[in-house]
């Protein structure tokens, strides 16, 4: 083990995710809203599974969403996360969007983690490091998208 303090840097940056996923989804969302519930969500699933890629995306995301979803519920109870907040997650999940709850449920888990082992180094390095810049940085790019083409 580490003595170095570095176990602490993944939960700000959950939440930093957290608000990009909720900024970036929620600005397409809100087109929909017009619509009414039921018509609005009848209306974002129609164009949500138009077209191959679409689907493609939405099977992606729903079986990475199961297994996410199992995880976090072992997880949450292996290491006595109540049941609120685990259902909390759950719900805010599938009713607002995965791309924000779930890192809310991942910093909730590292702060958990900190707490009873702050002296585990889990700051990446070399290639890991590389890899969780790029995803981070794919996904900012991808909010930034979102953001600059929100449906008028």
Known sequence: ???TNNGNWQA????ILA????????AQA??????????????????TLAT????????DIFVLGAAVFVLMFAEGRRLGIG????????????????SCFVPLFLAHRQRVLHTRHPEQNTAPTGADLIAVGLAVLLALGMVGYSLMNIPA
Request: aromatic residues 22%.
């Open 83 to 98: 049941t609120p907040w685990l259902w909390g997650y759950f719900l805010g999940s599938m009713l607002i969007g995965i």
């Open 30 to 47: 809100v087109g929909y809203l017009d619509a009414g519930f039921l018509g609005g969500n009848l209306l974002f699933w129609k164009e």
């Open 52 to 59: 191959p890629a679409s689907t493609f995306i939405v099977v």
């Open 1 to 3: 083990m580490s003595t």
């Open 19 to 26: 608000v990009a996923g909720l900024a970036g989804t929620w």
């Open 12 to 15: 700000p940056l959950y939440y």
